[in-house]
T-cell receptor, first 117, second 114 residues
């Protein structure tokens, strides 16, 4: 079973409008972290925002906010005032702890966002 | 503040050869992990190193190996390359194993096996 599900393979948004990218996750671990990354065609994975499982408030970073609904296991990324430079792949990832204090990120399949002028 | 640096950025190898990729983490970051990204399989975890010790390994054959040096720089090696090893290899660095929100990636190394 997939641990991270991104149901939107591709999305279009008009420049200056807001857009929500969906992410649902599955874990039985009470301690986990959720990340969103942006990957332009160059390949670099750019960190956008983080939400810890115990954080009470939704995370915000500039134009990015994370709509965290713990009971629904949902961690949607909201981008406000879209810009042309926001066109890229967006990945949702979950950090889970494994033995010996290590961790690993599990990624969704990504959503390709295209911003239309 | 310098980010995560990966070298080389692009390389082409022949089947059967081996390849070594390098990753220099952000200064002060002691945890380095590696991921393989392919169109078919997406992003998959390879391994994680902390203070020169491999603490976790993903589901990859023994041809994939790595190490971490005392300065936290890490290398990964793939021996006996196969066509299916063609991928973007991404390195991530983190301050320590329990840091909350600082997992940063490098630009990646694009490997093509012909």
């Amino acid at each position: 079973a997939q641990k991270i599900t991104q149901t939107q393979p591709g999305m279009f948004v008009q420049e200056k409008e807001a857009v929500t990218l969906d992410c649902t996750y599955d874990t039985s671990d009470p301690s986990y972290g959720l990340f969103w990354y942006k990957q332009p065609s160059s390949g670099e994975m750019i960190f956008l925002i983080y939400q810890g499982s115990y954080d009470q408030q939704n995370a915000t970073e500039g134009r990015y906010s994370l709509n965290f609904q713990k009971a629904r296991k949902s961690a949607n990324l909201v981008i406000s005032a879209s810009q042309l430079g926001d066109s890229a792949m967006y990945f949702c990832a979950m950090r889970e702890w494994s033995g010996a204090g290590s961790y690993q990120l599990t990624f969704g399949k990504g959503t390709k966002l295209s911003v239309i002028p | 503040k310098a980010g995560v640096t990966q070298t080389p950025r692009y390389l082409i190898k022949t089947r059967g050869q081996q390849v070594t990729l390098s990753c220099s983490p952000i200064s002060g970051h002691r945890s380095v992990s590696w991921y393989q990204q392919t169109p078919g399989q997406g992003l998959q975890f390879l391994f994680e190193y902390f203070s020169e010790t491999q603490r976790n390994k993903g589901n990859f054959p023994g041809r994939f190996s790595g190490r971490q040096f005392s300065n936290s720089r890490s290398e990964m090696n793939v021996s006996t390359l196969e066509l299916g090893d063609s991928a973007l290899y991404l390195c991530a660095s983190s301050r320590d194993s329990h840091s909350g929100n600082t997992i940063y990636f490098g630009e990646g190394s694009w490997l093509t096996v012909v």
